[in-house]
Structure formats: C-alpha cells, structure tokens
C-alpha cells in the first residue's frame, strides 16, 4: 500500500453546505402540517416531475390528518399544443434537429388562467403543475427535479416538453433545452420570493424540503462564500485510472478516464446534513441577491405580476378553485370546467 492510498483524506463526490436559518425536512408529514384548511396550496415545478406521483404522495399525507383533497390540474389550461410551439419556436431554425432559439417570454403567456369559484372549507386544493403559482392561492410550494433526471427522461421518452399533453407527439431535447428550461426558469425566479417551501423531489416518496425562509437565507448566505458544486463527472476515451485511485470514483469501467463536467444549468448545489439533503439549482444560488434577507412576499393569496412580484390578497376570506362541478368527495381529481370524467379516487 503506498502512502498515497494510505492517507485519510478522500475526495468528497457529494460535498454539502449547511441550510441557513432552517433544517432541511424529509418526507411529506412536516409540512402538510402548514396546511389548514380551507387551503389552496399552489403546487408549481417543472414538467418532467411525475405530478400525478407528486399529488398522489401529498394527499396520502393529508388524508393522514384527516383533510379532504381536491386537485386542479394546471395541464388542462394550457393553450392548444399547435400555439404553445408556434408562440416559441423561431422559423429559422423550425427544422434543425438539435438547436433552437431561446424561447422569450413568459408561462403566464401560454396559460389561460380560469373563472375561479369557492371552494368547500373542508378541503385543501391542490392546484398542481407548471404555472400553478398563477392562480391565486394561499400557500406556494416548489418542487423541483435536478435538470438532469428531465434530460434523460424526455430521452427516454418517459417525460413530456412544457405544455405537452397526451397525444401531443414525443418530447424532444431541443425543445427542453431551448424552450422549457428558460420559461420555467424564468417562471421560478419571478415566484421565488413568495415560496413557502421547496422541495427537492428526487424519491418522490420521500421528497427533502426547506422552509422558503431557510431557502432565501440559505441562497444569500451560499453567496457569499465560496461554494462547491454536486460534481459530474462523464467517461473519457484515452483511458486510465488516475480519478479511480487518487479520488475514489467508480466509472464502471476497466480502465476508463473521468472528465468533470460543469454545466451551469444542469449542475446542482447540496445543502443539508449527510442523510437529508436538498439539491438546489446552481442558477438560484448565482442569481439570488447575496444581501438580500430570507422574508417571503406578504402572506396571502398571492399570484405573481409582471415584474415577479407578489401582491397581498384575502387570505382566508375567499377560498376559491376554478371549477364548480361538485364530483364525490374525499381525495377526487378536479377537472377543467366544461370536464365532467368519472371521479378519481387518488389515495386507492
């Protein structure tokens, strides 16, 4: 055994920040005991999230406490998927495999937001996928993917791009890539000051969380300082076994080189202890303001404006969903108005 393979010191493939100002929470008990209802818990993230996993997870948790759960389903309000790729597709590269022209814009342009209607106060409602934090409600929960799990899902044909619905053909890469990650990129910056938890849904089962407060703080505080990111490393071609011996990582193969990879929109920042950890995109840590504190927008039914910001609205005066049919009650799936399928019984 040589001194080198002796030493102590072993280079960390999961280097993690400490959470500023909050503890990251796994599972999904925790923080359904935030939900009072009547509630609207506005469910916002990315497409590739399996949301039906999602809605499912959360309201077994509910039901636990004995709350009633009611789910808008956001895909249902999104234009036509003809509009949706018209309004973010550029004509001269239409047909290029591979490259397409960042898409402008926002989600709020590609969604008719509903007639909203009361709701019973027995229940949460649980307004559910990209551009849920449109609707006016009265809690905002992110949950996020890592980039990477939606890159290999959409290429293996297991996710749909941004507004897709079923029928509406395969997804594609160029479309994730240059469509879907700026718009909902975008989409989560203008909301992230009015986020009251964050969610990190890599075991959907068993998803980490920080309260939004911790988040913001946690954001400020990374930076400030010099952080490390959760690294990728890929297989090169010449060969050997340097990265193997001097840093522990396993390739898989015989005698196969590591190449570190960091691509800003797919690399990711750990944060928490060495058992719970939350993954948060290293775009946010770049982008949130170093000096700016960890405080919410003004608690209430908020729906983002223009500009991102949240305005105060009749929290716990108006209770309200976008769809007045009355399907059984107990856990049911909520459809869009004009929609009247067989109830769903979403914990059976």
């Not at 990129?185 to 009251?196: E, F, G, K, N």
């Not at 927008?297 to 007045?324: F, M």
Request: proline share 10%.
């Amino acid at each position: 055994m040589t001194t080198r393979d002796a030493a102590a010191p072993v280079y960390d493939p999961n280097p993690a920040h400490d959470a500023t100002g909050g503890e990251v929470v796994p599972g999904w008990d925790e923080p359904v005991t935030d939900l009072d209802a009547p509630c609207i818990l506005a469910l916002d993230g990315p497409a590739a999230v399996d949301w039906d996993a999602v809605v499912n997870a959360l309201a077994a948790a509910l039901r636990r406490r004995g709350t009633d759960v009611v789910r808008v389903d956001m895909s249902g309000y999104w234009h036509p998927w003809p509009e949706v790729v018209a309004s973010t597709s550029s004509l001269g590269l239409a047909d290029d495999p591979h490259f397409e022209r960042p898409a402008g814009g926002r989600i709020a342009d590609l969604v008719e937001v509903p007639t909203l209607h009361r709701a019973e106060s027995h229940e949460v409602v649980v307004v559910s996928g990209p551009g849920a934090a449109l609707l006016e409600h009265d809690v905002l929960w992110y949950v996020d993917l890592p980039k990477r799990f939606a890159e290999a899902d959409v290429a293996a044909g297991w996710a749909r791009n941004l507004g897709q619905r079923d029928g509406d053909g395969p997804a594609t890469t160029k479309r994730l890539f240059y469509v879907d990650w700026p718009l909902l990129d975008r989409h989560r910056d203008d909301i992230l000051a009015a986020v009251d938890r964050w969610f990190d849904l890599q075991d959907v089962r068993r998803p980490t969380s920080l309260s939004g407060t911790a988040l913001r703080h946690t954001l400020a505080a990374l930076g400030r300082r010099p952080v490390r990111m959760r690294p990728t490393f890929n297989t090169a071609p010449w060969g050997g076994q340097w990265a193997h011996r001097e840093l522990g990582m396993e390739s898989g193969g015989v005698n196969t080189a590591l190449g570190y990879e960091l691509i800003a929109p797919e690399s990711g920042v750990l944060v928490g202890g060495h058992r719970t950890q939350v993954e948060l995109p290293l775009q946010l840590v770049v982008r949130w303001p170093p000096d700016a504190g960890g405080a919410p927008a003004p608690a209430g039914c908020r729906r983002p404006s223009g500009d991102g910001a949240g305005r105060p609205g009749a929290r716990r005066l108006r209770h309200l969903v976008p769809d007045p049919v009355r399907l059984p009650r107990h856990c049911r799936w909520r459809q869009p108005v004009g929609a009247l399928p067989p109830a769903v019984d979403i914990h059976a």
